[in-house]
């Protein structure tokens, strides 16, 4: 069921992520970008999940070094040098198979390859408004803590210009909750 991210997947990626979080929040260049900073030292921390070969869910994490902190990061509260430190990108989740512990996999498997790359945290901005704030108590229940809240964290990115919000439209103002998950 879960297996490593590979281009064979980008597709269904790129559908289910837009599905869930919005159009305009995966395409084909910036999962290319997404997928190369997931891999360090020949390991990949991006995977996905299938079941009866539909996509069901997947995980996107940037391993460390592969990524610099934005001003939506706090590298100062981490505690933890931010070379040392994973981004967590993305968990995504299709409606029908939440709350069956899948987003939870996903998480742990690349917090293994994750700590192969030499990570020793992980941080991660989660969407505040998710389903029954589902993000963060799935986040906070491997351990995650909360450092800071930013408002407006997807309103009008270089990253996703072209986003369009589940609950917003084109003009989000959903909060990201940047939360620090220590590896044991």
């Known amino acids: 069921m879960i ?7 980008f597709s269904d990626v790129i559908e289910l992520g837009n599905l869930v979080h919005g159009e ?21 921390a991006n995977f ?13 994490t940037y391993a460390p070094g592969n990524w610099e902190p934005d001003r939506w990061c706090t590298p100062d509260a981490w ?11 993305c968990n995504t989740v299709g409606e029908d ?12 498997a690349s917090i293994a390859a994750a700590k192969l790359q030499g990570a020793k945290a992980g941080v991660s901005h989660l969407w505040k408004q998710s389903p ?3 993000a963060i108590r799935y986040f906070s229940k491997a351990g995650g803590v909360l450092i800071k809240e930013h408002p407006d964290r997807w309103n009008n990115t270089k990253e996703h210009p072209d986003y369009i919000c589940v609950l917003c439209g084109t003009d989000c103002h ?3 909750s940047e939360m ?4 044991k």
């Open 3 to 9: 297996q490593t991210l590979s281009p064979q997947n």
């Open 24 to 44: 305009g929040y995966l395409d084909s260049h910036s999962i290319e970008l997404l997928y190369g900073k997931g891999i360090k030292s020949g390991i990949n």
């Open 48 to 60: 996905v999940a299938y079941q009866d070969g539909e996509l069901i869910g997947f995980r996107l």
């Open 79 to 89: 505690g933890i040098k931010p070379a040392e430190v994973c981004y967590f990108k």
């Open 97 to 108: 198979s939440r709350g069956k512990g899948i987003g939870g996999q996903l998480l742990n």
């Open 132 to 134: 029954n704030n589902s």
């Open 174 to 176: 959903c909060t990201a």
């Open 180 to 183: 620090l998950l220590i590896f």
